[in-house]
């Protein structure tokens, strides 16, 4: 596999989203009933047994946060302890061992400071992405959880979503679930990917950016777009999300719903976001670590394409929640108590 470029040869302001193998990633093991103190390593590869619940039985799950660069240089984490926190909720629901929050957090540090060289320059929009990730190891055959596991988090330059600003797309509905009802739908884990991928491709095919998975049980409200929450705001300035057992709890929702009520005065509204009354909204987008905030210009539906605000411009509510979450993110804007760490380099 391929090493990194040094961080002289990168293009910072051309970064896709792509896989690349840093110097470092942490690696911690679980056997015998405890997490060994786990390590920096410079081996991408992991060696596991042909036997792992994590190949077989889609006994996985992992998490997905960013470090910044702000404009002094320093390098600054977002909520890591709220992917913590959804990692143990994954564990608990495939019968893994959760791994610890502070222990989480320092792994994430440890591997930001030691691959400080990538965190990309402020102001080139980029960020280093970083990929925590646990499998169930060891050989075994029935459907049963693994007797070992690894822990693991390992890191990528990436850039912005957006080259020369937030522009909105379309998304399309689809025939296929992401989740059912009471399945794992609330919880990051491997197998929900797995299901996405053929209707996601149909979608790029199609020429939209991505699916608007409907609930699984009815097909008549929104559940996610993509691989992100949705949101729509309302004329009378309600910012609204679907509210469901079988989405993801997004991080990056929750941090929106709390800045748009405290720091744009709107109203924060989780519930029912039925597909066939979507002219209620002024805006919608998508939100997520990935898609940051992702304007979306329509949704096609039964043949028919609902246009929001515009197909080609952001609203204004969509990029002053845009601005006011990146200014957070990038240390430009005071963040509420709790939401910032500082990786100590
Ligand atoms: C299915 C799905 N929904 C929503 C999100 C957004 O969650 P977050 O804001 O915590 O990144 C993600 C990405 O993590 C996701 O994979």
Not at 314 to 328: A, E, F, M, R, S
Request: hydrophobic fraction near 35%; charged fraction near 20%.
């Amino acid at each position: 596999m391929a090493k990194a470029p040094a961080p002289s040869e990168i293009d910072w302001q051309n970064l896709g989203f792509e896989y690349m193998d840093l110097p470092y990633r942490f690696l911690a093991h679980y056997k015998d009933g405890k997490w060994d103190d786990g390590t920096l390593t410079e081996d991408a590869t992991l060696h596991i047994s042909e036997g792992s619940t994590g190949l077989h039985y889609g006994q996985a799950d992992f998490e997905g946060l960013k470090a910044y660069r702000t404009k002094n240089g320093d390098i600054q984490l977002f909520r890591p302890d709220q992917n913590a926190a959804r990692m143990q909720k994954s564990c608990e629901r495939l019968l893994m061992p959760a791994f610890p929050t502070d222990k989480f957090i320092n792994a994430v540090k440890s591997v930001v400071k030691a691959n400080a060289d990538y965190v990309p320059p402020y102001g080139t929009g980029g960020t280093l992405y970083l990929r925590p990730l646990m499998i169930g190891v060891g050989g075994n055959i029935g459907v049963h959880p693994a007797p070992e596991y690894l822990f693991t988090v390992f890191a990528m330059p990436v850039g912005a979503y957006y080259k020369g600003g937030v522009k909105p797309t379309n998304f399309t509905t689809s025939y296929y679930d992401r989740a059912a009802p009471h399945g794992t739908g609330q919880s990051k884990v491997g197998g929900n990917y797995g299901g996405s991928l053929l209707p996601g491709d149909e979608a790029h095919k199609a020429g939209f950016s991505d699916v608007i998975y409907l609930d699984p049980a009815t097909h008549t409200k929104i559940e996610e777009a993509g691989s992100a929450n949705f949101f729509g705001v309302t004329k009378d300035n309600e910012f609204v999300t679907p509210k469901s057992d079988s989405i993801l709890p997004s991080i990056t929702k929750y941090s929106l719903l709390y800045l748009a009520e405290h720091n744009l005065g709107m109203k924060p509204v989780q519930g029912d976001v039925f597909i066939d009354d979507l002219d209620r909204f002024t805006e919608a987008g998508a939100m997520g670590t990935a898609a940051v905030i992702a304007p979306i210009g329509g949704i096609e539906y039964k043949d028919q394409l609902h246009v929001f605000y515009s197909e080609t411009e952001v609203g204004p509510v969509t990029q002053k929640l845009y601005d006011t979450l990146t200014g957070i993110q990038f240390g430009d804007v005071e963040a509420p108590e709790g939401w910032i760490q500082k990786v100590e380099l």
